[in-house]
């Protein structure tokens, strides 16, 4: 059975940094795309950035600029660098990961944080 395991979520101050990494277990197998979304309770979950397996990106506009997302395909991981946080960045990050045609794999979600 595929996991997704996230790790680097928590507290940061404003104009802090946090990094966010996300692994695929269970077995071996590369996605199309990877990437992360988030959510405030009680609004729509919303892209926060997106790689495909040929290196292309996709920004949301609130973070293009701030945020990096990469990954590695032969550890078959994605990852988030996250500067210049702000507290409306605040939100639960879940990480995701699709093929086309198949049904998109899910991470548990953590929990960021932006406070002073």
């Known amino acids: 059975q595929v996991q997704l395991v996230e790790s680097g979520g928590g507290l940061v101050q404003p104009g802090g940094s946090l990094n966010l990494s996300c692994v695929v277990s269970g077995i071996a197998l590369t996605f199309s795309t990877m990437g992360w979304y988030r959510q405030v309770p009680g609004d729509r979950r919303q892209l926060v950035a997106s790689?495909?397996?040929?290196?292309?990106?996709k920004y949301g506009d609130s973070v293009e600029g701030r945020f990096t997302v990469s990954r590695d395909n032969d550890e078959d991981a994605v990852y988030l660098q996250m500067h210049s946080l702000r507290p409306e960045d605040t939100a639960v990050y879940c990480c995701?990961?699709?093929?086309?045609?198949?049904?998109?794999?899910w991470g548990e979600g953590f929990q960021v944080t932006v406070s002073a």
């Open positions: 790689i495909r397996i040929d290196g292309v990106t």
């Open positions: 995701f990961a699709s093929n086309p045609c198949a049904r998109d794999t």
